[in-house]
């Protein structure tokens, strides 16, 4: 899976870099099926969305903390 993590001004300011420090915590089974990128700004926060904001395999969320993400990470890769 591809996570595009939001580092853009408002992410940033917003606690983004937290997102991708959960990540890197999760056990290595998780780890294994996901490949981290940055993004600069997905231009979605000035509408419905709220940042910080991650893509995750062409999916939006908004709204992330560092326990949002792992949990939307852990049910997406199941217990393979």
């Given at each position: 899976?591809?996570?595009?993590?939001?580092?853009?001004?408002?992410?940033?300011?917003?606690?983004?870099?937290?997102l991708?420090?959960?990540?890197?915590?999760?056990?290595?089974?998780?780890?294994?099926?996901?490949?981290?990128?940055?993004?600069?700004?997905?231009?979605?926060?000035?509408?419905?969305?709220?940042p910080?904001?991650?893509?995750?395999?062409?999916?939006?969320?908004?709204?992330?903390?560092?326990?949002?993400?792992k949990?939307?990470?852990i049910a997406?890769v199941g217990?393979?």
């Amino acid at each position: 899976m591809v996570i595009s993590i939001c580092v853009g001004t408002t992410c940033h300011l917003l606690g983004s870099s937290s997102l991708v420090e959960a990540i890197n915590e999760l056990p290595e089974k998780y780890l294994n099926n996901v490949s981290i990128k940055y993004s600069t700004c997905f231009d979605v926060c000035h509408g419905q969305m709220k940042p910080p904001i991650a893509k995750i395999d062409d999916k939006l969320y908004d709204d992330l903390s560092p326990d949002k993400i792992k949990k939307i990470i852990i049910a997406m890769v199941g217990d393979n």
